[in-house]
């Protein structure tokens, strides 16, 4: 659905900023991770609403791409977001699903809650963990990836397909990172007719600050929404949301930003038709995001690459921290 409408003015392309409604100029030609997703996301720019300190792409895909993208291309082999099944339970007590064990257990009590929709679930570890804490809770999950939903099934989850056509009502939805893959900012209407009174929503998406990070980066693609907490502020308010808490997480985005080059390095030439085997180069450079991912939380890396053994988020400025994570009450 095109909720972003592009018109021109002076020859200026502007687009319609989905939150406040603004017309935003362009800033910058979107980038892509892997070259042949030009072919499902199209030729895209990146505006920037000033006043709601938002990014977004124009022209924005349409449903039927996006679907088509996610159930078929997404995950496929050789694709950063591929899911080997004989190794993904190996990455289920990792830091960062403790971390988000531990921030959960800050703001809600798990003896409360009945329910828990995972919207854009993946494997659903979070909702899988949190069901081992408590038992009683029910798994539900929205995602339309072929290999996932098996994963998920046995895991414990019913997979709803579509947050209409049901009436269950929901005590915790999680949505990690996942709203920034969204044409639209409609999941936050649909979240409040499934979730209960009180009802909490948790998330994590990408932290994209227009002014410091947005010059450097590698890629967009396939994000089409840039968040920051100014304007996850005014999305709540216009939706009605209570903020519990919104914090920066993770680490800084400049060190992101090299995983994210190693990433294209790896993945820029993969193409649908030629689903290879990794060269001896690309099998080396695939194991260097692993390796800055397993040392996520006792090292941080200088600019030259060398690994340094000191607390990675010592010297990180909060606001310069490559996540936003938060709990938003319906
Ligand atoms: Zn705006």
Redesign the pocket.
């Given at each position: 659905m095109f909720l972003v409408l592009l018109i021109y003015v002076n020859n200026v392309m502007v687009a319609t900023?989905?939150?406040?409604?603004?017309k935003?100029d362009k800033n910058f030609e979107y980038r892509y991770n892997i070259k042949e997703d030009i072919k499902y996301l199209k030729v895209l720019n990146i505006h920037y609403?000033?006043?709601?300190d938002?990014s977004f792409a124009s022209p924005m895909p349409t449903e039927k791409n996006l679907d088509n993208y996610y159930n078929n291309i997404y995950r496929s082999k050789g694709r950063p977001h591929y899911i080997n099944l004989k190794k993904f339970h190996k990455t289920l007590i990792s830091p960062k699903n403790l971390s988000y064990l531990e921030y959960i257990d800050t703001f809600l009590n798990l003896n409360e809650i009945e329910n828990i929709l995972d919207f854009g679930a993946g494997t659903g570890d979070l909702g899988f963990l949190l069901k081992k804490i408590n038992p009683s809770i029910k798994l539900y999950c929205i995602e339309n990836d072929k290999k996932t939903i098996s994963i998920l099934e046995n895991r414990g989850y019913q997979n709803l397909k579509s947050l209409d056509n049901h009436s269950i009502k929901f005590d915790l939805i999680i949505s990690l990172h996942c709203f920034e893959h969204l044409n639209s900012l409609k999941i936050f209407e649909k979240f409040k007719l499934i979730g209960k009174n009180r009802s909490k929503i948790f998330f994590e998406v990408p932290n994209c600050p227009f002014n410091d990070s947005f010059i450097d980066r590698p890629y967009d693609s396939p994000h089409l929404l840039f968040f920051t907490k100014r304007?996850l502020l005014?999305i709540a308010k216009d939706f009605k949301l209570n903020v519990i808490n919104l914090s920066f997480k993770d680490i800084e985005y400049n060190v992101d930003f090299l995983e994210m080059k190693s990433s294209k390095e790896l993945y820029e030439n993969w193409h649908e038709k030629n689903k290879r085997k990794l060269s001896i180069k690309e099998f080396i450079l695939s194991l260097t995001p692993k390796i800055i991912r397993n040392s996520y939380d006792a090292v941080m890396l200088s600019n030259n690459l060398k690994i340094q053994t000191t607390l990675r988020y010592k010297a990180v400025e909060l606001n310069k921290r490559s996540c936003i994570r938060g709990i938003l009450e319906i």
């Open positions: 900023c989905p939150i406040c409604s603004y935003a609403c000033q006043k709601c938002f304007s005014k």
